[in-house]
């Protein structure tokens, strides 16, 4: 079994930065893909941004409406994985989720964390 638990959130003025953490502990022998998931209230849950692992080294993934004010960074080792936020917009509001798709068992699985809920107000 994998824990994930993130940490980070809060409430920032527009504009401003928050910066997520998140770390996975557990039964892990290889990591698959590690990012970061946002619900809105009303709204479908969302990949905000992402890290897959491939042959050629992590390769990471951005929702384009974050392009260029997140910044996805992954630590395998550590089995840490943050999400930096900049120009930090009230449509950013949201619960975060973190997740990790590793092994075991042999195809993958995928372990979320509880969520931090990150709120952009004036």
């Known amino acids: 079994q994998v824990q994930v638990v993130e940490s980070g959130g809060g409430v920032v003025q527009p504009g401003g930065s928050l910066k997520l953490s998140c770390a996975a502990s557990g039964t892990i022998d290889k990591i698959n893909a590690m990012g970061w998931f946002r619900q809105a209230p009303g709204k479908e849950r969302e990949r905000v941004a992402a890290?897959?692992?491939?042959?050629?080294?992590?390769?990471?993934s951005y929702q384009d409406s974050v392009k260029g004010r997140f910044v996805i960074s992954g630590d395998s080792a550590k089995k840490l994985v943050t999400l930096q936020m900049n120009d930090l917009r009230p449509e950013d509001t949201a619960v975060y989720y973190c997740y990790w798709n590793v092994v075991p068992p042999i195809l993958g699985r995928t372990f979320w964390g509880q969520g931090t809920e990150v709120t952009i107000s004036s």
């Open positions: 890290i897959n692992i491939v042959s050629s080294g992590p390769r990471p």
